[in-house]
């Protein structure tokens, strides 16, 4: 989530973490319960500077590694702004070891390292063997390094990886409540993060899992689910595949999109429009990320500023958060950070529409606000509509104009698809719920 950085609308991933001494090779994806705890420890919460944050570790990682600095990166650089830990968070029970020792991980779709000792501390078995390498990563609103360490690792009865790479934090910081983080990011996101073997890539639980033989495919397909209370189980993870009893429809694919830096994760290409015809965003390069709670949109561009014919040539770099708040007529709200709408202004509210290979994803009203029942958990006003819409902080054209967090996942199945290098979505009983 990458956890500390910030985020939304995150959640309690329950899962079965019994030791198992052999392989067991699944024939069918194997699924997991997911639960959805609100984290109201710390006071309220500002969920558009965490996602922010996020969103500025996210891009200069890329960066990093583009100029061949992603060990500089891990070990050195600072996001230098104060923000709270996530709200929500998914959390996942996984054993280390044998005899496994359990330890509470988030779980994370926009970095790859696995690691532990943030709060329980590492617990060695036979099983265990540390290497020569030292190992760190910079989050949006936490770090942690320490030691490199293969294990094994049970992620659930069947689910059991052997001589799986983890850390072992000797410091971190921004890990409140957690054991650490299990990693299910593109396996690139590990370049940088070892010393001294800077170029050796890490392979994720999930790589190791299929190259193991214990999953049939490399893919992990995530159900979420809106809800309005504060900790409820309510959706799944499931290994190998995907769980079609969670479908009302097939599932569409996109690939990972070539434009950087959103190609370094899971990275898509995507228009939005508001309503019948008001474009938001023009086709860009966005990232789909569970780490993120809000659906984030890029400012105007630098461009703007320029002569009206150079402006036309780059049209498609338009300020899409002020479009959209022009076109819902919402007003920055304060206490929250998020943008407000009066009750009036939520029933005029129309849909957004999200347009990826030829696909387009509808996100209805509903959708587009924060649970109404939880508004004063995160410092807002009982009787307010808060929109789940919120601005990434950059600008747009710069290769990462939006990012698809949970607020967006929880109405449509996706598919994390690392063989095929792409992205996928289904609509859901619940994508048109009118739960909020």
Not at 96 to 117: E, H, K, M, Q, R
Not at 347 to 359: E, H, I, K, R
């Amino acid at each position: 989530m990458f956890p500390s950085a910030a985020l939304l609308t995150t959640v309690l991933l329950a899962l079965s973490a019994a030791a198992t001494p052999f392989v067991t090779i699944r024939d069918a994806p194997v699924t997991l319960p997911l639960a959805r705890k609100l984290n109201l420890t710390g006071g309220t919460k500002n969920l558009v500077k965490a996602a922010q944050a996020r969103a500025k570790a996210l891009r200069a990682l890329a960066e990093a590694k583009a100029s061949g600095n992603a060990e500089a990166f891990h070990t050195d650089a600072v996001i230098n702004e104060a923000v709270d830990n996530q709200a929500v968070t998914y959390v996942a029970s996984v054993g280390v070891g044998s005899p496994a020792t359990t330890y509470s991980l988030l779980i994370d779709t926009g970095s790859s390292n696995t690691w532990v000792g943030a709060g329980r501390a590492y617990v060695r078995t036979g099983t265990s063997t540390q290497t020569t390498n030292r190992v760190s990563v910079t989050y949006g609103s936490g770090s942690f390094s320490g030691t490199e360490f293969t294990d094994q690792v049970t992620i659930a009865s069947g689910l059991v990886i052997s001589k799986q790479s983890i850390g072992v934090a000797t410091r971190s910081t921004g890990f409140g409540g957690v054991d650490g983080i299990l990693g299910i990011g593109p396996v690139d996101l590990t370049s940088g993060t070892l010393t001294p073997a800077t170029s050796t890539l890490i392979p994720t639980v999930t790589d190791n899992l299929f190259s193991q033989g214990t999953i049939t495919s490399n893919e992990i397909g995530i159900s979420f689910n809106p809800t309005n209370v504060a900790e409820t189980v309510n959706g799944e993870l499931t290994w190998g595949g995907t769980d079609s009893s969670k479908l009302t429809g097939a599932v569409n694919f996109t690939p990972i999109t070539s434009t950087f830096p959103a190609s370094e994760f899971w990275g898509i290409n995507q228009s939005i429009r508001y309503g019948a015809s008001t474009t938001i965003l023009s086709s860009t390069a966005g990232i789909v990320d569970t780490g993120t709670t809000l659906v984030l949109l890029a400012s105007g561009s630098s461009l703007l500023k320029f002569p009206p014919v150079q402006y036309l040539i780059s049209a498609r770099f338009i300020d899409a958060i002020a479009a959209y708040q022009r076109a819902t007529g919402a007003v920055a709200d304060n206490a929250t950070g998020l943008l407000r709408l009066t009750t009036t202004q939520f029933n005029n509210l129309q849909s957004l529409f999200f347009t990826t290979n030829g696909v387009t994803y509808e996100l209805i009203p509903d959708a587009q606000i924060w649970p109404r029942a939880l508004n004063t958990a995160i410092g807002g006003n009982a009787n307010s509509v808060y929109l789940i819409v919120a601005d990434l902080g950059t600008t747009s054209g710069q290769g990462l104009d939006f990012i698809n967090g949970f607020a967006f996942l929880e109405r449509f199945y996706s598919v994390f698809d690392t063989t095929n290098k792409r992205v996928g979505f289904a609509t859901t009983p619940n994508t048109r719920s009118t739960i909020n």
